[in-house]
């Protein structure tokens, strides 16, 4: 359980990041006057996306772990965009709440708390 709350977490915060990252949609300024900020928060966009396909498959193994995460990312993916769209002051606070979600399930799901 805790593997799969990890894993929504970080696909989530990692379609905040793919979203912010577009020149025309991003919410700060600060990234749209460097385009080398924005690289960057698409290049840790595709490390969460990768970190949470990694959680996924080693707690139910590839066979299984690569439809979930692709299930996880689609379902992250509309949310990401709906509230973006819908309400874009809380788009960035919605992602590092759930990177903070995805560190603390993490934790637990690593120091043996749940599967």
Not at 23 to 31: I, S
Not at 100 to 111: E, N, P, Q, S, V
């Amino acid at each position: 359980m805790l593997a799969a709350l990890t894993s929504t977490s970080l696909a989530y915060a990692a379609t905040v990041g793919f979203y912010q990252a577009h020149r025309k949609r991003t919410t700060l300024e600060a990234l749209k006057r460097k385009p080398s900020r924005m690289t960057l928060l698409r290049g840790l966009s595709w490390v969460l996306l990768l970190l949470a396909t990694l959680v996924m498959a080693r707690a139910t193994g590839w066979e299984l772990g690569i439809p979930l995460v692709l299930a996880i990312l689609c379902a992250a993916g509309v949310l990401s965009l709906l509230c973006g769209e819908f309400v874009p002051r809380i788009h960035w606070p919605s992602g590092i709440l759930a990177l903070l979600t995805a560190a603390l399930a993490g934790a637990g799901w690593l120091l043996g708390g749940g599967a």
